[in-house]
T-cell receptor, first 114, second 114 residues
Framework: KAGVTQTPRYLIKTRGQQVTLSCSPISGHRSVSWYQQTPGQGLQFLFEYFSETQRNKGNFPGRFSGRQFSNSRSEMNVSTLELGDSALYLC?????????????FGPGTRLLVL | AQSVTQLGSHVSVSEGALVLLRCNYSSSVPPYLFWYVQYPNQGLQLLLKYTTGATLVKGINGFEAEFKKSETSFHLTKPSAHMSDAAEYFCAVSVNTNAGKSTFGDGTTLTVKP
């Protein structure tokens, strides 16, 4: 079974631009969560989607948004990029929110904002 | 509200020595606890988790952790360190058994000396 895949793996953008990151969960998994990892703030929860609906949201500004498609693939978008948005963005998938199966992480997308 | 404190951002041990990584948590509801390992430029890999039942949890790669409610701790141990154990380790707490919307500690970097 293929793992969680994230594209692209590396990305360089400039301030003010917007970016879209993609996450394909493990086949059959319906819940997708996004996390931001930075040296200063550590790992922080962004949001969680289940069956195309956002179920949980972390404390991030509205510039950060996401969506989930009917095939469970998810995208997150960051508009008006700031230098502080440079981070490793991790996606994790799990079977469903009530499942005892834990979440599996993808390798991440490393975003650099110049 | 939940929080996680990992004592010691850097731990160094000799190969073959005991590994002890400390994690204390705070949670207003019964917690589900997780340990992850992250190798450079990779996503997180689950080592072990505590949901309910036995408080001593065995994970992959010879790691284990004990849930101590009275001490609000979930320390990670391994009897004998191997060079391949050098990585960053994260403790996390969640209200969900599948680790959704997890709160992570700041991480502990483990160095293994030959």
């Amino acid at each position: 079974k293929a793992g969680v895949t994230q594209t692209p793996r590396y990305l360089i953008k400039t301030r003010g631009q917007q970016v879209t990151l993609s996450c394909s969960p493990i086949s059959g998994h319906r819940s997708v969560s996004w996390y931001q990892q930075t040296p200063g703030q550590g790992l922080q929860f962004l949001f969680e989607y289940f069956s195309e609906t956002q179920r949980n949201k972390g404390n991030f500004p509205g510039r950060f948004s996401g969506r989930q498609f009917s095939n469970s693939r998810s995208e997150m978008n960051v508009s008006t990029l700031e230098l502080g948005d440079s981070a490793l963005y991790l996606c994790a998938s799990t079977l469903d929110m009530g499942s005892k199966e834990t979440q599996y992480f993808g390798p991440g997308t490393r975003l650099l904002v110049l | 509200a939940q929080s996680v404190t990992q004592l010691g951002s850097h731990v160094s041990v000799s190969e073959g020595a005991l590994v002890l990584l400390r994690c204390n948590y705070s949670s207003s509801v019964p917690p589900y606890l997780f340990w992850y390992v992250q190798y450079p430029n990779q996503g997180l890999q689950l080592l072990l988790k505590y949901t309910t039942g036995a408080t001593l949890v065995k994970g992959i790669n010879g790691f284990e952790a004990e849930f101590k409610k009275s001490e609000t701790s979930f320390h990670l141990t391994k009897p004998s360190a191997h060079m391949s154990d050098a990585a960053e380790y994260f403790c996390a707490v969640s209200v969900n058994t599948n680790a959704g919307k997890s709160t992570f500690g700041d991480g502990t970097t483990l160095t293994v000396k030959p």
